[in-house]
């Protein structure tokens, strides 16, 4: 074939690798068993994306919790489905607990009404009448007995001590300490019952499966591409309903030709956890692929915060005609394109991608394929077609022409920039930047000289990143156009790691490359600043998840509204049902988690 361009590595150059088996990590339910769990942060990414019919399927219609769940493949496969009734299942479940505490709700065409009524059914006759944990002015006689909830067998047990001690002589402290044990077991299954998390919204969504991500630049911006196994079992029923059942078993010619027909004019969403974002949820027209993975364009890769290590992808396909038109006007790139234009930057060309155009951007022919494929004018920024370069010339086209058309050039350039940075030979060889020469500090120098010294390799390879010549001069490009890894990067390889902190917090000293090697100690401090990245990761994403709390919770002032932003729900329930208050359910919060459009 044609010869590379540069000296390029050919064997195993990795400095770490994970071992990730895509046939372990593929699986799909369209029945109650292992389907994929959906929660707040995806209700919250929906709701931002104004996405409330998919939210009554993934949240109700298609939660493996309603009783109906094990007959949804054969009813779509009867014929067209629509929404689910109310009550939801996580509405269903508050009923049933919030009826062992006294509450007793009652949904009316109304609204939803509150009463205090004793429980029913299986329930628990207390030793004694103790507070109200809720209503100080009333007490408990009565509880409803959910064994499911581990704070019940506290009641019992502290109940049954009670009731021994009252059928004998025991010292008054004693019963009276017994007393008051009955009292807290009964307030903390109490709270167990009707607690913060149980006005959240969350199920686990039929219909769904999961597979590990890859990349494919061969595909469009609203293809994906699923392993064939997930999609008979996803779209079955849809090809039974087209059919037949007989010669959908059989996967015959026909009921293939079949399911690529409805395969191409439907949609599902990929999801990749956490979603922080509303385009952590992205709608694609699926198509059969032999392999056991997810694949993915590019561009969508940055929009869900997806990498392509191993990383796991959810697939959910919407079964009502309303959330099938809902997904393609507002979960696919379009959709959220012409939601937010700001997305664009987003999507743009990444990694090999960008380099290569970059890499083709020197010439003035090169420029002027890039301004033929973008469909406008790209001006160089810096002498250097990178980013930016790149953002602001479809930023023109999404004016001009529209988000599909923006979202089509970038489609364009991304495969260009993959075919060259594929031809130029680029590769991370483990004696890049063998020739380059700079004075290392000792050890002990101080945090300013150490600072000092790795400015000075900044600039030094900075100022000479038009010597093509150079070994690192693809580095140097990749970095300075935005492909991949950053300036202060590079002399972690070629010359000093530099300055990191030691678990103590103090910033040791790194006097040794990647590509030379580093001692023992070293590698060890580095170890330390690894787990504290990890750790950091996992608090930052905790933040994340309590701001959008407090950027999306209810703030209305029914009872819903009020319950589902409160530590204590049950209080709010409880002075509710105490004064006969009635919620009319008016709000998108409370009608979407209730069940109802």
């Not at 389907?35 to 009554?56: F, P, W």
């Not at 919204?201 to 699923?226: E, K, M």
């Not at 002027?368 to 980013?387: F, K, M, W």
Request: proline share 6%.
């Amino acid at each position: 074939g044609r010869e590379l361009e540069r000296a390029s590595t050919a064997g195993w150059v990795y400095w770490g690798k994970l071992h990730h088996v895509a046939s372990g990590k593929i699986d799909v339910s369209v029945a109650p068993a292992r389907a994929q769990k959906q929660g707040a942060l995806e209700y919250y990414a929906l709701k931002s994306s104004g996405a409330v019919e998919t939210i009554r399927e993934q949240f109700n219609t298609r939660a493996a919790e309603r009783a109906d769940a094990n007959t949804l493949a054969e009813r779509l496969a009867a014929g067209p489905l629509t929404q689910a009734l109310s009550p939801s299942p996580r509405f269903a479940d508050l009923m049933q607990r919030l009826a062992s505490t006294g509450i007793r709700p009652h949904l009316e065409e109304k609204g939803l009404t509150l009463q205090l009524a004793a429980p029913q059914g299986d329930t628990l006759n207390l030793a004694l009448p103790v507070t109200h944990p809720w209503l100080r002015d009333r007490t408990v006689e009565l509880v409803g007995a959910c064994r499911g909830v581990p704070e019940y067998a506290a009641v019992v047990a502290t109940n049954a001590r009670l009731l021994r001690m009252l059928a004998t002589q025991v010292p008054a402290t004693l019963r009276s300490r017994a007393v008051s044990d009955l009292e807290s077991a009964v307030r903390v299954y109490f709270d167990a019952l009707v607690a913060p998390e149980q006005l959240r919204f969350g199920a686990r969504v039929l219909f769904s499966g999961r597979a590990i991500a890859t990349p494919d630049s061969a595909i469009s911006h609203d293809q994906v591409a699923i392993p064939e196994e997930i999609a008979w079992e996803l779209f079955g029923p849809l090809v039974t309903r087209e059919i037949g059942a007989e010669k959908a078993a059989a996967r015959s010619e026909d009921a293939r030709r079949a399911l690529d027909t409805i395969m191409a004019c439907s949609w599902v969403l990929i999801h990749r956890a956490p979603v922080v974002e509303p385009t952590g949820l992205l709608a694609f027209h699926p198509r059969r692929d032999p392999n056991r993975v997810v694949r993915i364009p590019p561009m969508a890769n940055a929009l869900m915060n997806a990498d392509f290590d191993g990383d796991q992808l959810a697939i959910f396909l919407p079964l009502t005609e309303a959330a099938q038109l809902e997904a393609g006007e507002r979960l696919s790139l379009a959709g959220h394109l012409r939601r937010d234009a700001g997305l664009l930057a987003g999507v743009q060309p990444i990694h090999g991608a960008r380099y290569g155009l970059a890499l083709l951007g020197r010439t003035p022919d090169g420029l002027a394929e890039i301004s033929q494929l973008a469909g406008t004018d790209v001006e160089p920024v810096d002498r250097l077609v990178g980013r930016q370069s790149i953002l602001d010339a479809t930023r023109r086209v999404m004016r001009t022409e529209g988000a599909e058309r923006a979202l089509e050039a970038i489609e364009r350039l991304t495969r260009r920039g993959f075919e060259v940075a594929k031809l130029s030979g680029i590769s991370m060889p483990p004696f890049m930047g063998s020739r380059f020469e700079h004075p290392i500090p000792d050890p002990s120098a101080s945090t300013q000289e150490w600072e000092r010294n790795l400015e000075e390799v900044i600039e030094r390879l900075v100022a000479e990143r038009e010597h093509v010549e150079s070994d690192l001069f693809p580095f140097l490009l990749s970095t300075l156009s935005g492909a991949r890894g950053m300036l202060a990067h590079i002399p972690r390889y070629v010359h000093a790691f530099g300055l990191v902190e030691d678990v103590n917090g103090r910033r040791v000293p790194i006097s040794h490359s990647l590509a030379h090697g580093m001692t023992a100690e070293e590698l060890g401090v580095m170890a330390i600043g690894s787990r504290r990245g990890v750790a950091n990761a996992v608090r930052e994403l905790d933040q994340v998840t309590r701001i959008l709390w407090e950027r999306f919770r209810p703030t209305g002032f029914n009872v819903l509204d009020r319950a589902m932003r409160a530590r204590h729900p049950g209080i709010v329930f409880a002075r509710a049902a105490a004064v006969g208050e009635t919620d009319p359910l008016i709000s998108e919060d409370g009608r979407l988690f209730v069940g109802l459009s």
